[in-house]
């Protein structure tokens, strides 16, 4: 029997998406034309053979799940689709983990019966939020010996533990399994937890959660995979509302998507995929791209030969892979391989930047063409090369940029704000945070038509006044921290009408806001923070991007604290005041783990001409390209990481290998096999020139040996310090 779904196979760039969204276009064609014939009368054809099931139905009945690798991707993906077919069919754009998500969320009410939980609203948990809670809950059993086997700190321990569920759930093992798992993986390992002990904390947690109606990622699947899925309840409203599936990048898809896809096809559903053997970007994040290549059965395979267009893969993907793998080979890379090589990190960077800069100048290059990709990017790395190139008006977008929330001067003075309003929190506030604040509170307004970007971080009060003011008028007290008017400094004239006015306005705004806080007329700090918002930063004007996400993101997150608190409450009842919940709200933001993540990543009209700014892990899953690269840290081991931490227990939960030890011979042909797929896959993203950038000391003073030197003495031209200009 001949099957309906399809398999693509091809490297980076081979054009399988396209050749997704085309096999799509067929079975809507071949829809169209059976539906015209089988509606007129006078024609007489029959259905053949060659035209799937699910075709015979009407355009409006016929639903399609289109899957994606990432939330980005899927975005692009979903907007082909709806162009290609003008909006006809009704296409539901998801990733895995958020398709699994809003199944879990719609069949609530089922999993309640199923289950015996509670009737109450699900609620899920943000990462953050989870060790949060997960800490408070475990740190009875987390003593120092605890701590001391296991090696690592408390919080990291704690996201080790959390994500030993999270990697079950996309297995598709159930959490009473994963002692099992583990006892076999670690065999004899003494140095290791006691893998009863580490099941015993993940089902305390998973069972408290479920109490409470919380979800995390990692429970969500579990729910998904162990109950949903199985239902014949779900299974029928599944297979009713989808008859065709496409699943882009299925090399970075969890286990239990093989299952979803499976139960489709046995409901008659018919499926387009795309694999790729030089991706598997997530594994050890949870993908299992063995595993989901076993769907290829069921299909009738393509395999796309095609080289990527302009690219360098066909010219130098067979010399580099070969110069890595057996190191004694000599040979010399082509002209199109340049290096640019220092004795010290610090210099690398600056030649880095200044020779882009240069190339960018004299028109060799456009900033848009240029992508610097280094294994791992440090803040000192990033601030120098976005200054360097930005003083040469060059701008640089970096790929998924998560820095904390804390790091931003706006949310730190909104937080010392909070302190000053509400009572209790003085030890939370000091002399620097305040004169912080007045001066982000007393931002200048641009002038509507003006295009100095400089007049957006204009102040009434600067940094010498905010510090002054500070001094002398600035009361720290633990319960009631105050400020007190401008004339308690003697020499108040030394300020300035300016700075005198916009600090009178502040401290009456604050005045007024304790005022309605002691009357109980504020709901809550979400409410306070947007009122200062509304107030100081916005007032009409056009917030930076980076300030407005920001903001964004500090209320959504203040928003979700104060929904969870309100639920433990409503379960729980615990005597706590509203201040205690600020000051721990206020503490895991200086943690530093809550992050902002800028929404639209894309940004309106044409894209920007700005230099690209990534690790390897951010580049290879936005699937870009340029034309030219510059690999930082070239000598860095760090390359055969692939620029992202592989979680711990990841190898034991692989379905090929479930349980299995996983030696040191394991890792290292594993590191092997990851970094010749970056290699293939980022030259298939490079069109022009390739720069290798090498600093022979990495940041600690230490000899950079990494896996790419051979390819950094193969280079021919090379760019050092003595010749740049």
Known sequence: MVSHSVWIVGSSRSGKTARLVEQFCNWVKSEKQYTESFYTKKSGRKKTGHVPEFLYLKQTELGVLLLAANDDNRRELGDIIVTST??????????????????????????????????????????????????????????????????????????????????????????????????????????????????????????????????????????????????RNYQQHLTKRYQAILADDVDDYPSVARLLFELLLDRGAVGAFSYNPDGAVRLGLGADPNYLEGLAERCRVEILNG????????????????????????LSLPKTVHSIQTTSRAQLLRQTAEVIANTIQSQQVQPEEVAIIAPGLDAIARYTLVEILVKQNILVESLNDQRPLISSPVIRALLTMLALVYPGLGRLVDRDAVAEMLVVLSKKQPPENSTDTM???????????????????????????????????????????????????????????????????????????????????????????????ALRELLETAQHYWEIDTRLQQITPVETTPQTTIIEFIQLLRRGTITANAYPVRPIGGARKAVTLATIFQYRSSRRSHQWHFWLDAGSPLWAKGGAATLFGAPFFLRDRLGEPWTAEDEKLAEEQRLQRILTDLLSRVSERVYLCHSDLAVNGQEQLGPLLPLVNACVTVISETNVK
């Open 86 to 231: 003008l909006g006809k069919y009704p296409v539901r754009a998801k990733t895995p983990l958020g398709f699994f998500q809003d199944e879990v969320v719609l069949f609530w009410p089922l999993l309640i019966n199923s289950l015996n939980l509670k009737a109450q609203f699900p609620v899920r948990l943000r990462p953050e939020t989870e060790q949060e809670l997960a800490t408070k809950l475990w740190r009875p059993q987390l003593d120092e010996e605890i701590l001391r086997i296991a090696g690592v700190n408390e919080s990291r321990l704690v996201r080790r533990i959390l994500d030993l569920l999270q990697l079950a759930a996309y297995s598709g093992i159930p959490c009473e399994d994963i002692a099992q798992i583990l006892a076999k993986g670690f065999g004899e390992n003494t140095t290791t937890l006691e893998p009863e002990f580490l099941a015993s904390l993940l089902l305390d947690w998973r069972n408290w959660c479920l109490d409470r109606g919380f979800l995390t990622y990692g429970i969500i699947t579990e729910l998904y995979s162990q109950h949903l899925l199985s239902d």
């Open 455 to 549: 007049n957006r971080v204009s102040t009434d009060i600067d940094p010498v006044r905010a510090g002054l003011i500070a001094d002398y008028c600035f009361v720290p007290h633990p319960d009631r921290p105050n400020l007190l008017p401008v004339s308690a400094f003697e020499r108040w004239d030394r300020i300035g009408y300016a700075a005198t006015t916009a600090y009178s306005e502040i401290l009456q705004w604050l005045e007024q806001q304790r005022s309605q806080q002691e009357l109980r007329l504020i709901p809550s700090p979400i409410s306070l923070l947007d009122r200062a918002i509304q107030r100081f930063l916005w007032n009409g004007s056009n917030l930076p991007y980076e300030q407005l996400a």
């Open 307 to 330: 080289l990527p267009p302009e690219s360098l893969s066909e010219q130098l993907t067979k010399q580099m892979v070969e110069l890595v793998t057996s190191p004694m080979v000599v």
